[in-house]
Structures are given as structure tokens and as C-alpha cells.
């Protein structure tokens, strides 16, 4: 089958690879009709990955079509179109039955496409282990492109605003304005947010935020323009969607007493200098962490069925698979927001 694969530094290539197929009765085989690039997918083109495997398939974001299942799926048959959870999890113990595969009492929580363990999605078919968990047909009302947006970047900022804790009417700073801190600004409001601010170097990302209903900030004049603002509170809540050192640093310095920090930017930093003086000083809450995808399914689905929420206006780009390699480049860039791919 064609897919992306991972070479090295800048080095996705499109070209053939081994077929998916089945290897445990729980699986499901799904052709793939989109897939997406995340922004975390970055951190492996850049080379800052997640294993020392070259050549597997990479991507964590896709829907599509059920083509076959193993003898003990009993939830999903051949025809069904389905959405892909990022994060898989075994699919049988406790945590992952209420859809929290990240606590996974049996050590098979992961993600596709981080390395040869489990192959990646950018690709025309994916093995889906224990599908009846990490997969769902798709819903009615919601589209495909709704859907490949709920297999990631949806959850993983619902998750990150939640932890926010964010109280109606209250100021909230938004750090990073890709298609996640796009939807954060979103979910702030949804939340009850009084003041969104939206802050990012490109000026187009700021525009669209402020399209939303938020403030537009550059990251340089952040501090100050906010700490003016708000009469010198500063922010009650911030959202920090990157995982750089600098953004995570400014996030800290945007956030009030007893204010909290939810950080869903990836960071591989061993030794990040945490100012714990101040938070300790400020009674400052700092959360961070990877999403459990079908966790957070129940709630958001009826809000992007009611329109409530609408991710899908956050693709820039669609383009064949075997343009691969340019996609990610235009990514790189900062020329796109989300990169939706569909095999030929």
C-alpha cells in the first residue's frame, strides 16, 4: 500500500510499504478515506522523535471505512465509516472501557505513528487494535471532515480548556494560535470566557481569533499589553497550545494568583526551569498531559452536531496523499493551519 513514511530530519517520503492486515482478533482494518497532520507530527519531522526506527508510517489523525474485523469485534462490520482515536488504549481493562486509555492497567496505551510499534495513518489502510474501543462509527450529523477533527485535535483542546478551570466572565490568554489554539479560543468561550486572548507571532492566525470574539495579542507585547488590561490581575486561566520552552515561560508569566496553566503543547524537555517560588508564592495550578481521545467523544459530539462548536473550519489545506512530503513543508512554515490528505 502507498503511505507516509519517516526517514529522518525533513525526510517524509510517499512511496509503498507493507500492507496493513489483521493481527489479533480484536482488529479492525480501516481504509483510509482522510488523514490529517498534527501539529505534534512536527516534532517527528523536525527529528526530535519518538523512537530510533526509520521508515514507518506516520500520522495519528484519520477516518474511513471498516474493510474487516477479527472474530471478536462486536460493535463495528464491514461498511461502517468510522473515526480513528489517536490514543489507543488495550480496549479491555477498566480505564479504557470508560474510554481513559491513557490509564490503562495493562500497559497498551500509545499512539499510531510515533515509531514501528504501531503504524501510522497517513496511509491508505490502518490496523485499528482492539477497534470496538478505539474506534466509533461515525455519527449521524457529523461529517467526515467533523470526524477526522474529533480523532485528535478536537479532544485534545477540549481537554486542555477544561483543565484550564475557567470560570464565567473570566479572562483567559490563549498561547499558540494553530488549529488547537484555534480551538481553544473556541472552547474558552463555550466555557463561559468573558475575554479571550489570542496570542501568536503570525498576524493571520491573530486575525482569525479575533474573528472569534478574542483579543489579538503579539507574544512580545503580551505581558504588558495584558497586565494593562486587566488592571494588573492578569489572567485567570491560560491555555498554552505549543509545548516550546518560551511559550510555555510566557504562559507562566500571563497567569494571576491562583490561576492555573493548562499546558497541551508536547515538550521533551528533561529539565524545564519551572518558577516554583512563584507558583508556590501565587498558588498557581499547572496541568499537562496527552489526551484520551473517546473520553471526551460524549461531550463534544452533540456540541459539533449543534454547531456549537465547528473544528472543521480550521482545514486550510486538502491535498492527495502523495503530496505528502510538501504538506508537511507547508506546515513547517507556518503557510497552513490544518492539512487534511486523502489517498488517491
Same mark, same amino acid.
Given at each position: 500500500?502507498?503511505?507516509?513514511?519517516?526517514?529522518?530530519?525533513?525526510?517524509?517520503?510517499?512511496?509503498?510499504?507493507?500492507?496493513?492486515?489483521? !493481527? =489479533?482478533?480484536?482488529?479492525? +482494518?480501516?481504509?483510509?478515506? $482522510?488523514?490529517?497532520?498534527?501539529?505534534? =507530527?512536527?516534532?517527528?519531522?523536525?527529528?526530535?522523535?519518538?523512537?530510533?526506527?526509520?521508515?514507518?508510517?506516520?500520522? $495519528?489523525?484519520?477516518?474511513?471505512?471498516?474493510?474487516?474485523?477479527?472474530?471478536? *469485534?462486536?460493535?463495528?462490520?464491514?461498511?461502517?465509516?468510522?473515526? @480513528?482515536?489517536?490514543?489507543?488504549?488495550?480496549?479491555?481493562?477498566?480505564?479504557?472501557?470508560?474510554?481513559? *486509555? $491513557?490509564?490503562?492497567?495493562?500497559?497498551?496505551?500509545?499512539?499510531?505513528? /510515533?515509531?514501528?510499534?504501531?503504524?501510522?495513518?497517513?496511509?491508505?489502510?490502518?490496523?485499528?487494535?482492539?477497534?470496538?474501543?478505539?474506534?466509533?462509527?461515525?455519527?449521524?450529523?457529523?461529517?467526515?471532515?467533523?470526524?477526522?477533527?474529533?480523532?485528535?485535535? /478536537?479532544?485534545?483542546?477540549?481537554?486542555?480548556?477544561?483543565?484550564?478551570?475557567?470560570?464565567?466572565?473570566?479572562?483567559?490568554?490563549?498561547?499558540? /494560535?494553530?488549529?488547537?489554539?484555534?480551538?481553544?479560543?473556541?472552547?474558552?468561550?463555550?466555557?463561559?470566557?468573558?475575554?479571550?486572548?489570542?496570542?501568536?507571532?503570525?498576524?493571520?492566525?491573530?486575525?482569525?481569533?479575533? &474573528?472569534?470574539?478574542? *483579543?489579538?495579542?503579539?507574544?512580545?507585547?503580551?505581558?504588558?499589553?495584558?497586565?494593562? =488590561?486587566?488592571?494588573?490581575?492578569?489572567?485567570?486561566?491560560?491555555?498554552?497550545?505549543?509545548?516550546?520552552?518560551?511559550?510555555?515561560?510566557?504562559?507562566?508569566? +500571563?497567569?494571576?494568583?491562583?490561576?492555573?496553566?493548562?499546558?497541551?503543547?508536547?515538550?521533551?524537555?528533561?529539565?524545564?526551569?519551572?518558577?516554583?517560588?512563584?507558583?508556590?508564592?501565587? &498558588? /498557581?495550578?499547572?496541568?499537562?498531559?496527552?489526551?484520551?481521545?473517546? $473520553?471526551?467523544? !460524549?461531550?463534544? @459530539?452533540?456540541?459539533?452536531?449543534?454547531?456549537?462548536?465547528?473544528?472543521?473550519?480550521? @482545514?486550510?489545506?486538502?491535498?492527495?496523499?502523495?503530496?505528502?512530503?510538501?504538506?508537511?513543508? @507547508?506546515?513547517?512554515?507556518?503557510?497552513?493551519?490544518?492539512?487534511?490528505?486523502?489517498?488517491?
Amino acid at each position: 500500500m502507498k503511505a507516509l513514511r519517516y526517514f529522518g530530519a525533513r525526510d517524509i517520503q510517499y512511496g509503498t510499504t507493507d500492507d496493513a492486515v489483521l !493481527q =489479533d482478533d480484536r482488529d479492525v +482494518l480501516v481504509r483510509v478515506k $482522510h488523514c490529517a497532520i498534527c501539529g505534534s =507530527d512536527l516534532h517527528i519531522y523536525h527529528g526530535h522523535g519518538f523512537s530510533e526506527d526509520r521508515g514507518f508510517c506516520v500520522g $495519528h489523525e484519520a477516518v474511513g471505512e471498516v474493510v474487516e474485523t477479527g472474530r471478536a *469485534v462486536r460493535t463495528l462490520k464491514s461498511g461502517d465509516r468510522v473515526m @480513528i482515536s489517536a490514543a489507543v488504549g488495550c480496549g479491555a481493562c477498566p480505564g479504557c472501557l470508560m474510554g481513559r *486509555v $491513557h490509564e490503562c492497567e495493562n500497559n497498551g496505551s500509545g499512539c499510531y505513528g /510515533l515509531s514501528a510499534a504501531l503504524q501510522g495513518s497517513q496511509a491508505e489502510a490502518v490496523r485499528v487494535p482492539a477497534g470496538d474501543v478505539n474506534a466509533r462509527r461515525i455519527p449521524e450529523g457529523i461529517s467526515d471532515e467533523q470526524a477526522l477533527m474529533l480523532t485528535d485535535a /478536537l479532544p485534545t483542546s477540549w481537554m486542555a480548556v477544561r483543565n484550564a478551570d475557567i470560570k464565567p466572565g473570566a479572562s483567559v490568554a490563549v498561547v499558540g /494560535l494553530g488549529p488547537i489554539g484555534l480551538m481553544a479560543v473556541e472552547g474558552c468561550f463555550a466555557m463561559g470566557a468573558g475575554r479571550v486572548y489570542a496570542i501568536d507571532l503570525v498576524p493571520e492566525r491573530r486575525a482569525i481569533a479575533e &474573528g472569534l470574539g478574542a *483579543v489579538g495579542v503579539d507574544p512580545g507585547e503580551a505581558v504588558a499589553f495584558i497586565r494593562e =488590561d486587566t488592571k494588573g490581575r492578569m489572567c485567570s486561566s491560560v491555555v498554552e497550545a505549543v509545548g516550546a520552552d518560551a511559550t510555555i515561560d510566557l504562559s507562566l508569566r +500571563l497567569v494571576g494568583k491562583w490561576g492555573t496553566v493548562s499546558c497541551l503543547g508536547v515538550n521533551q524537555t528533561r529539565r524545564f526551569p519551572f518558577p516554583m517560588e512563584r507558583a508556590f508564592a501565587s &498558588g /498557581l495550578t499547572f496541568r499537562t498531559g496527552t489526551c484520551s481521545v473517546p $473520553h471526551w467523544w !460524549q461531550e463534544l @459530539i452533540p456540541m459539533v452536531q449543534k454547531g456549537q462548536l465547528k473544528p472543521e473550519r480550521y @482545514i486550510s489545506h486538502r491535498l492527495p496523499l502523495s503530496q505528502g512530503a510538501e504538506a508537511y513543508a @507547508i506546515l513547517d512554515r507556518r503557510e497552513a493551519l490544518k492539512v487534511v490528505m486523502t489517498p488517491e
